[in-house]
């Protein structure tokens, strides 16, 4: 548990510092505001996304390990998902569609005929 605890550390870690690489040529003035990116800017923030972003999967994949050692150990519930509705019959007839979504016709036609409560 602490090894994975440490190299979720280390991923974030890792993370935070592509993250630096990405910002350090604005940050530092080494890169001039309205010029065009230099190459060393170009070179730097491409380092700094890939190192960012294996930092945030390598963090991701942590996490899941310490959430499932946490399960696994009893000391995390897993909530169960609550039953999904039944799907509609497929086989209703067009006849009880009609008898069943008559009221909120009617419904639908009465609001459109009045306003605030006086007919139009």
Known sequence: MIRTFVGA???VLASLAGLWLMIAPFALGTQPESADWSNPTITEFS???GVAVIGLAGAAAFAAAI??????R???TVRQR???PAPAPTG??????ATMLAPLVEALREDLT????HRR
């Not at 209703?92 to 569609?97: D, F, I, K, V």
């Not at 009045?114 to 409560?117: A, D, E, L, R, V």
């Open 92 to 97: 209703a007839s067009s006849a009880e569609l």
């Open 114 to 117: 009045t306003t605030n409560g």
């Open 74 to 76: 009893g000391l995390v």
């Open 82 to 84: 609550a039953p999904e």
């Open 9 to 11: 550390v280390a991923a």
């Open 47 to 49: 380092t700094g996304l």
């Open 67 to 72: 959430y499932e050692n946490l399960v696994t």
